[in-house]
């Protein structure tokens, strides 16, 4: 099997910039995608391709990787960006799919 | 729009077996992979399965590798879930995923099912 590995929780106050990383040594030639999902919601993708952005996401969602850690940024969070966000990513082989254990990313 | 609607879940006994349906509407649902995806209550989320466009390729995580089958029906627009010799880690609600055009990740999600194993 294979596993991601994220920080159960994060905090920032309002305005900053709030980094969530997530570890896995298959990142150097998989993508990392990130999933953003709020209570009693299914979740909803944020960053795909490691740092591309689904149309409809706010601009101030980001992504990148390096080596082995991926990153999902957060310029500027505010209230209603609290939730849990999830990586996701592949083996090296692509076919075993795997999501990290998730993060509480709390904006108070 | 898209649309996933999954049915199937239960309250059922420890090594009992049990089926899951999704029908799927708002794209041509025989040109994507689909993917089931579970989430026990109050805990992380888990990749439980995928299927290919045509059920030339299936996947499964090791937690449910030789209990839980996946199928599909494009004439129905339907994707199915078997489970076998449940077990109470196995409760979960179980989410039916489409995959997207070009990579491993989904981007249309169902609102899930309540799987319970329990005696």
């Known amino acids: 099997s294979y596993e991601l590995t994220q920080p159960p929780s994060v905090s920032v106050s309002p305005g900053q910039v709030a980094r969530i990383t997530c570890s896995g040594d298959a990142l150097p030639k998989k993508y990392a995608y990130w999933y953003q999902q709020k209570s009693g919601q299914a979740p909803v993708l944020v960053i795909y391709d490691d740092s591309k952005r689904p149309s409809g996401i706010a601009e101030r969602f980001s992504g990148s990787s390096s080596g082995t850690r991926a990153t999902l940024t957060i310029t500027g969070a505010q209230m209603e960006d609290e939730a849990d966000y999830y990586c996701y990513s592949t083996d090296i082989s692509g076919d075993y799919r795997v999501f990290g254990g998730g993060t509480r990313l709390t904006v108070l | 729009e898209v649309q996933l609607v999954e049915s199937g879940g239960q309250l059922v006994q420890p090594g009992t077996s049990l089926r899951l349906s999704c029908v799927a509407s708002?794209?041509?649902?025989?040109?994507?992979?689909m993917h089931w995806v579970r989430q026990p209550p109050g805990k992380g989320l888990e990749w439980v399965s995928y299927?290919?466009?045509?059920?030339?390729?299936?996947g499964y995580a090791d937690s449910v590798k030789g209990r839980f089958t996946v199928s599909r029906d494009n004439a129905k627009n339907s994707l199915f879930l078997r489970m076998d010799s449940l077990r109470p880690d196995d409760t979960a609600f179980y989410y039916c995923?489409?995959?997207?055009?070009?990579?491993?990740?989904?981007?249309?999600w169902g609102q899930g099912t309540l799987v319970t194993v329990s005696s």
């Open positions: 299927i290919s466009w045509n059920s030339g390729k299936t």
């Open positions: 995923a489409k995959g997207s055009e070009s990579g491993p990740e989904f981007d249309h």
């Open positions: 708002g794209f041509t649902f025989g040109d994507f992979t």
